[in-house]
């Protein structure tokens, strides 16, 4: 399925739907708005991980899976390029969290974050 949701309207879902992340967001850099706010939501993640507040690791997940099932290509380009290449290379720095973590990582992000493992390797 192809979304249509441009990043301006990722912006208005995130602050909707994701308050806790959405907060503590400062676009950085607004000719690169989505970019920059998949980087802030990979280290928000990250920072939720290593605070063992998995409930919000679980809705952060979430949410990557929303946008990225509802966002159009560029807001998709994002996610692959920022947020996934961050989260492997996390998890491969992290072994000892990559099964806990991936085990709460919703399908369709598991099976991205295992295409960019496949072609890293390629």
Do not use: C, W
Request: charge should be negative.
């Amino acid at each position: 399925m192809n979304g249509t949701m441009s990043d301006i309207e990722v912006m208005e879902f995130v602050k909707k739907s994701f308050p806790e992340f959405y907060a503590d967001f400062q676009d950085t850099d607004a000719n690169n708005y989505i970019y920059s706010l998949m980087q802030s939501l990979y280290l928000f993640t990250q920072d939720r991980i290593e605070a063992e507040d998995y409930k919000i690791v679980r809705k952060a997940l979430q949410t990557v899976e929303t946008i990225y099932r509802m966002g159009d290509k560029d807001v998709r380009n994002a996610i692959d390029s920022v947020f996934i290449s961050s989260y492997a290379h996390y998890l491969r720095e992290m072994p000892q969290l990559k099964t806990m973590v991936l085990s709460m990582t919703p399908i369709p992000v598991y099976n991205l974050y295992i295409n960019h493992i496949l072609h890293r390797a390629a």
